[in-house]
């Protein structure tokens, strides 16, 4: 497992769009699981953050990326909050 930082550790957590119908679980090992409506896990994979940049690569090899910006996960065009 690789090691993370604390600026990466406190990105882990779930992610959910606004109406919560995006669920982006981002686990401590380095994978993700997101949820969409009711299907759970509809998503699977890695990712790598650098900074405030999240690179995801899914199970299939599917790749998109992200940004963090004032505590907003900006990813593919979608906006998803912290879930506390």
Same mark, same amino acid.
């Given at each position: 497992?690789?090691? #993370?930082?604390?600026? &990466?550790?406190? @990105?882990? !957590? ?7 119908? *995006? ?12 949820? #969409?409506?009711?299907? &759970?896990?509809? @998503?699977? !994979? ?7 940049? *999240? ?21 593919? !065009? ?7």
């Amino acid at each position: 497992m690789q090691k #993370r930082t604390a600026a &990466q550790q406190s @990105y882990v !957590g779930m992610w959910v769009t606004k109406d919560g119908y *995006i669920r982006h679980e981002l686990l401590l090992s380095g994978r993700y699981d997101e949820a #969409r409506g009711s299907k &759970q896990s509809a @998503y699977q !994979g890695r990712y790598m953050i650098e900074g405030d940049h *999240i690179e995801y690569v899914d199970d299939t090899g599917f790749t998109a990326d992200g940004d963090f910006r004032e505590g907003v996960l900006y990813h593919a !065009g979608m906006i998803l909050f912290r879930e506390h």
